[in-house]
């Protein structure tokens, strides 16, 4: 009976479990994270019952046991982490895209209305109303910038303090699972090992909850605990210890936990966390700074042609915006590291070239243990330039068109610096202008031709490329107010050739310092006057033995096939020190030149050089041509070069009648034949030889100089008796040889060859040196003036035909009120790709920026709701497996309270069978 009343217990004891499990269900149906809990039961071990075989003995309840499927619940815990990331980026990005669009708080609007206020203003750039409508764009447009920027400054400032609370909510989160580890494992040691589901089902809700915030990586563990970690593995809960974040003043998250701390911002990812620091990253800040750019390159440009302008007053412009490299704004593109003490580094940032900015941040820092240093541009985590600091200061380390500067301080290994070239831009940009007249709009150079020019050649109005040299100095041609310093005469001295001169004083024009001496013209185009390199240097031939200089003698020869001595020249070698722009690598060329070498051949050699040209050409000039009466007849001679100068009549008797007697015409007429004999010989032309007569500026004495614009030396002969002579000087200042007749019947010659000059011009990064120092064609290369800048500031190019004597002015543009030149130039920036190396335009530039923030916010809306709907089918999914369903819960309880009421009759029945039996007794 007693086995009876046992299996009947038992039964109860199950059922009454099932009931409690069933309610225990019903009671948490809406319990967020509650997971359905089931019983299961196994049958007791069965008695012997002898012959008859083995009886049951009831049953027990095996466990409780929640209702959840692992693989189920981990997908949850990813899908609400990427919804809610994509929800919160979706929820800021949204403001961006409105703000950015909206013509009324955008930049396009006030782009287009400062431009064409712009435009206005160049066509009457008398007008004073049109200036002032510039001046109220141009602090309007300011303005815009900086309205722009507050309100994204104002959305990092609140995506920041986001950041901070929801890493308070995580670090609640992740303490709040430790704590569920410990008491797990509590109540696991002291229920043997049974795991209490309530305490479980708490423990994947706060995970669930943490992966709203960040997205986790959550590893069960044997002993019934979950290591949680986040990123790339960086621990955030280990067993029932947990780590903690923290956000630094500059918006860094950092993770804390035994005893390190370390950077975590770039491995965030998912949850809102994820969303705030991706919209963040990848949205405002290259939003800010493509704004900063823009700002920064539409001050840049608009300063630099206002300041190589003329205002109403005649003088030169001021900035029309603020000066992009003012000291405070660079000392604010840098953030400081959390360096070591002494707090005494002084760095800073300025703009070098805003079309090569990019819209990244740098990390500037010093390797660890040594002066070795790195520039990653942090966009890309490109290192865009390293070396090694010297420990001298200041320097500067150039890249990607800025500069860093280290001033002073005692920068050492582990310094960290980020470098925002462009983050404030929009935030510092100030209009400048407040008068109306201060507006630039005349160019300061004005040019013109000379009235009595015989060719066709155009020369253009000219235009400024720069105030500055290469180093930031002011250039002379603009040093004084009022004047082009100096004026200009370009004086054509041939059709082909032309030079220029320093018209200070029109009535004796001089070499400009370097020369710019038979410079070749292309007839027919346009050739440019000047260089457009900002680092152009022209070494100026100079050398003690160049020409003809003194010591050279005359040679007499028996026919004119013999050669003569040659020019004298020497071996010596030139050294170029090149030094690349781009790469900043340096290298070296070597070249020796040909002893006796004419100048053509010597500067074709020096031109082999990439980013060196030389230009040669030889001078000579004759004069005090002294004929005697009895060599006025053949075969008295001149030659140049091989060619006879002087016609003989048919019978070669006696001079042609064309040539001048110049006993009774006198030597200019006999010089003027002589210069059209030579212009006139095509064999003199081929090789660059004209000759022009003229009289010594000085003395007044007859000349007739000679220019071999081909650089060729000049061999000049003279065959008469000795009653007959003629002097010849190399045109440069060296005294004069004379060439006396030597003939004694069997044609003997005297002459003399003059050598040429070379000017090489050397592009930006190339130097020169020689051996020996003072060298005999160029002088001492170790003067500091032996190099000279050939940069002006400005150009003009001349076009047609000039003719040989035609001229043309440049000076200073006086009284040009009416002059739109400049004002042209800045209309024009509207179009001129002036960012990103030339392929964006200020327009363009706004225009991809919204683009991009356009395209990504709709894309992220898509994605937002498409995320939504998979956490909803996942949330739908686990609610099925481990969600408490009423109905079903319902239909148990009438099951196991008709199991509970079943037991309760079986144990009736044994007390009916007891009570029968004691009252048999």
Do not use: C, W
Not at 282 to 294: F, M, W, Y
Not at 731 to 743: E, F, T, Y
């Amino acid at each position: 009976m007693s086995g009876i009343l046992s299996n009947a217990v038992s039964g109860l004891q199950a059922s009454q479990n099932a009931l409690r499990t069933a309610g225990h269900n019903i009671s948490n149906a809406n319990t967020a994270g509650y997971s359905r809990q089931e019983v299961n039961y196994v049958t007791r071990p069965e008695q012997n019952a002898g012959g008859a075989g083995f009886i049951g003995s009831g049953v027990t309840t095996a466990s409780i046991e929640r209702v959840v499927n692992e693989f189920v619940t981990a997908q949850l815990r990813l899908d609400t982490s990427t919804f809610n990331q994509l929800n919160k980026f979706n929820a800021n990005i949204g403001k961006m895209d409105k703000l950015l669009a909206d013509t009324s708080t955008g930049l396009s609007g006030a782009l287009q209305s400062f431009f064409s206020a712009m435009q206005n203003g160049a066509n009457d750039p008398a007008s004073t109303p049109g200036r002032q409508l510039i001046v109220t764009e141009a602090e309007s447009m300011s303005i815009r910038f900086n309205n722009l920027n507050q309100r994204f400054t104002d959305i990092e400032k609140s995506v920041n303090g986001e950041i901070r609370t929801v890493t308070e909510q995580i670090n609640s989160l992740a303490q709040s699972v430790a704590s569920l580890n410990q008491s797990i494992g509590e109540l696991r040691a002291s229920g043997s090992g049974n795991a209490p589901n309530d305490l479980l089902d708490k423990r994947d809700e706060a995970l669930r909850k943490l992966s709203e915030l960040v997205s986790i990586q959550v590893v069960n563990q044997a002993d019934g605990d979950v290591n949680v970690f986040i990123g790339n593995g960086q621990p955030l809960v280990i067993g029932i210890k947990s780590s903690t974040f923290s956000v630094t003043n500059d918006g860094k998250i950092q993770l804390t936990g035994n005893n390190s701390n370390v950077d975590v911002t770039s491995q965030i990812t998912g949850g809102q966390l994820g969303g705030l620091v991706g919209f963040r990253e990848s949205v405002l800040s290259p939003s800010l700074n493509e704004l900063g750019r823009i700002a920064l390159t539409m001050a840049d440009q608009f300063n630099t042609l206002q300041q190589e302008g003329i205002d109403l007053d005649g003088d030169y412009g001021q900035r029309m915006f603020g000066d992009i490299n003012d000291p405070v704004l660079a000392a604010n593109r840098v953030a400081h590291g959390n360096n070591a003490l002494p707090f005494d580094r002084i760095i800073s940032v300025t703009i070098d070239d805003t079309n090569q900015l990019s819209t990244s941040d740098y990390l500037f820092e010093i390797v660890p243990g040594s002066s070795n240093y790195l520039v990653t541009r942090l966009s890309d985590k490109t290192v865009v330039e390293q070396g090694t600091l010297s420990g001298a200061y200041p320097t500067s380390i150039s890249f990607d068109g800025v500069s860093v500067n280290l001033t002073s301080g005692s920068f050492q290994g582990g310094d960290k610096f980020t470098i925002q070239p462009t983050k404030n831009g929009s935030r510092d940009i100030r209009a400048e202008i407040k008068r109306p007249e201060d507006l630039a709009f005349a160019s300061p150079v004005r040019t013109a031709s000379n009235t009595s020019n015989a060719g066709s050649g155009l020369i253009s109005a000219g235009e400024v490329l720069s105030l500055v040299d290469a180093n930031g100095n002011r250039l002379p041609a603009f040093s004084k107010p009022g004047e082009l310093s100096p004026p200009i005469l370009i004086r054509f001295t041939s059709e082909t050739t032309y030079e220029v001169l320093d018209n200070s004083d029109p009535t004796n024009p001089k070499h400009l310092v370097p020369a710019l001496r038979e410079q070749i013209f292309i007839p027919g185009s346009s050739n440019n006057i000047f260089t457009g390199d900002i680092g152009e240097h022209i070494v100026v031939g100079n050398g003690s033995r160049l020409g003809l200089p003194e010591g050279r003698s005359p040679q007499v020869v028996s026919a004119l096939s013999d050669p003569l001595a040659k020019n004298g020249y020497l071996a010596e070698q030139l050294h170029f020190t090149i030094k690349d722009p781009v790469t900043g690598s340096v290298s070296t060329k070597m070249l020796t030149t040909v002893p006796g070498a004419t100048a053509m051949e010597t500067a074709a050699q020096i031109s082999s050089v990439q980013g060196v040209s030389a230009r040669a050409f030889t001078t000579a000039t004759l004069t005090d041509l002294n004929l005697a009466t009895a060599d006025l007849a053949p075969p008295t001679q001149l030659y140049v070069n091989g060619q006879a100068l002087i016609q003989y009549d048919p019978s070669n008797t006696a001079f042609h009648a064309d040539v001048p007697d110049i006993a009774v015409d006198g030597e200019v007429a006999f010089n003027n034949y002589l210069a059209q004999q030579i212009n006139n010989n095509p064999n003199l032309t081929s090789l660059g030889i004209r000759a022009q007569s003229s009289t010594n500026p000085i003395t007044g004495a007859p000349e007739l100089k000679l220019v071999a614009s081909s650089g060729v030396d000049l061999d000049i002969r003279l065959k008469s008796s000795s009653n007959s002579s003629v002097d010849v000087n190399d045109s440069n200042g060296n005294p004069n040889v004379r060439l006396v007749g030597a003939d004694t019947g069997a044609g003997e010659l005297q002459g003399i060859v003059v050598g040429g000059r070379i000017d090489i011009t050397m592009a930006d990064g190339i130097s020169l040196g020689t051996v020996p120092t003072d060298s005999p064609l160029f002088g001492d290369s170790a003067r500091d003036t032996f190099a000279g800048s050939s940069f002006v500031g400005y150009q003009v190019a001349i076009s047609g035909q000039p003719k040989a004597g035609d001229t043309f002015t440049v000076g200073f543009n006086t009284n040009g009120t009416n002059d739109n030149r400049n004002a042209l130039a800045m209309v024009a920036l509207e179009s001129q790709g002036m960012m990103q190396n030339g392929t964006l335009t200020l327009e363009d530039g706004y225009g991809k920026l919204v683009e991009e923030v356009g395209t990504k916010s709709s894309l992220s809306k898509i994605n937002t709701e498409a995320s939504k709907s998979l956490l909803e089918q996942t949330q739908t999914m686990r609610d099925s497996i481990s969600g408490v369903n009423l109905d079903e819960e319902a239909a148990d309880l009438i099951k196991f309270q008709q199991l509970y009421q079943a037991n309760a009759q079986v144990i009736s029945v044994v007390r009916e069978l007891f009570d029968t039996l004691l009252s048999s007794l």
